[in-house]
């Protein structure tokens, strides 16, 4: 798993990295010949549901669940918890990890064997 979440924090930081771009480029003014107001309306919708602030908002959002998952796989190292406790907490992690690589599928380093 730790080479998925390794992929998974790689991704997210690009993805960030790109949100704070795009923020600064409209904080910017626009002035690099990016002209919102001439692209079609649903184009805008879109970008205004969508755009940078939602980006930081799901890259916190994944950050924190996938510290939950790493969480779930450290507990279900504990000899103490039952068998099928460990077990069970261990697959719900791996699940959730493979779900969260899905929108990154199409990235060169993305393994096959991370598809749910």
């Keep these: 798993m730790d080479d998925l979440i390794a992929f998974l924090g790689a991704r997210i930081d690009e993805d960030q990295l790109v949100a704070h771009a795009v923020i600064e480029h409209l904080v910017d003014g626009g002035e ?8 079609p309306l649903v184009v805008r919708h879109h970008v205004s549901r969508f755009g940078p602030g939602r980006a930081l908002r799901e890259v916190e959002a994944r950050r924190e ?9 450290a507990a279900s190292g504990d000899e103490r918890l039952p068998h099928d406790v460990r077990e069970s907490d261990s697959a719900t992690a791996g ?11 199409d990235h060169l380093d993305y393994k096959e064997a991370w598809k749910p």
């Design 32 to 39: 690099r010949g990016f002209d919102f107001e001439h692209l």
């Design 65 to 73: 669940l996938i510290n939950e998952m790493e969480a779930l796989l």
């Design 95 to 105: 699940i959730v990890l493979r779900l969260l690589s899905l929108p990154y599928s």
